[in-house]
């Protein structure tokens, strides 16, 4: 089956409005319309507005990083998700850093999912083990518990819009992908959970992304592994250059081509 590829960049806390903005412009130039490839940018709060207004939405769409689950309310400090609705299609949930960083609960993640929904914001569910997880083969139970808690209040007609993305905490940031057999053996088993909540159907309608550091040359390696429709880009979206060639990259392995 066909789905629709993604690929995201994470610009996470990097850029000024004005920076956010120039990386945009660049990325206008550089990277062409491909109908199978979504491109999905996601930038800092204060830069949702103003990109709103530059994105050229037949190119790009976009994605909050994060956001909270009640809708309005005494929250110093918080953005909700409802605030967002007519801002941005989609809303990275959940990512590893939220959950490092900011001591983010399962039972919180799955009420922003919920949320995302209920304001009609497409989550990106990040999911992935920690190297300790790993070491000590606790991977799929760890994915299990991600998956089952953050869809825990999902329809099977809402699951299938979701996304998904592997992202394994050691992984992130450092100094290349997991291998493919290890990407291959996570996606089978999100999958396969997939499956058990909801059926087949919604297994093939959803998408799911690998991240962790993705540039360019790991490209064609991953997105040829069946099961994975798209990359979660940190670092190496922040450069138009190394982006637009992943962008190309994965336009490639939707053809059914390598770069090569
Ligand atoms: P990275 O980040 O590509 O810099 O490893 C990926 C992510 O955190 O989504």
Redesign the pocket.
């Known amino acids: 089956m066909s789905r629709v590829k993604l690929v995201v960049a ?1 610009w ?1 806390m990097y850029l000024s409005i004005h920076e956010a903005s120039l990386l945009t412009h660049r990325l206008h130039k550089s990277i062409k319309t491909h109908r199978n490839v979504e491109v999905v940018l996601a930038p800092n709060y204060l830069s949702l507005q103003p990109l709103s207004q530059e994105i050229d939405r037949r190119r790009f769409r976009l994605a909050a990083q994060d956001g909270y689950f009640v809708d309005e309310g005494a929250f110093t400090g918080e953005v909700s998700l409802s605030q967002m609705r007519d801002l941005v299609h989609y809303a990275i949930i959940g ?3 939220r959950r490092r960083f900011f001591q983010e609960s399962f039972d919180e993640t799955r009420d922003k999912v919920a949320a995302a929904v209920r304001n009609g914001i497409v989550p990106i569910l ?1 999911l992935g083990e920690t190297k300790e997880e790993r070491s000590q083969k606790e991977t799929k139970q760890v994915l299990h518990d991600q998956i089952v808690t953050a869809l825990s209040n999902i329809t099977s007609e809402d699951a299938e819009n979701i996304v998904l993305a592997y ?1 394994p905490v050691w ?4 100094n290349e992908p997991a291998s493919p057999d290890t990407i291959k053996e996570a996606v089978d088993w999100i999958r396969y959970q997939v499956r058990e909540l909801y059926g087949s159907k919604t297994e093939e309608s959803i998408r799911v992304l690998y ?4 540039e360019p040359e790991y490209v064609s390696g991953i997105m040829a592994i069946d099961g994975v429709d798209g990359l ?5 979206s922040l450069n138009y250059e190394r982006f637009s060639d992943i962008v190309t990259g994965v336009y490639l392995a939707a053809l059914g081509e390598t770069k090569e």
């Open positions: 994470n996470k990512h590893s850093e990040c992202e992984a992130i940031g450092a991240g962790g550091s993705d979660l880009v940190g670092r190496a």
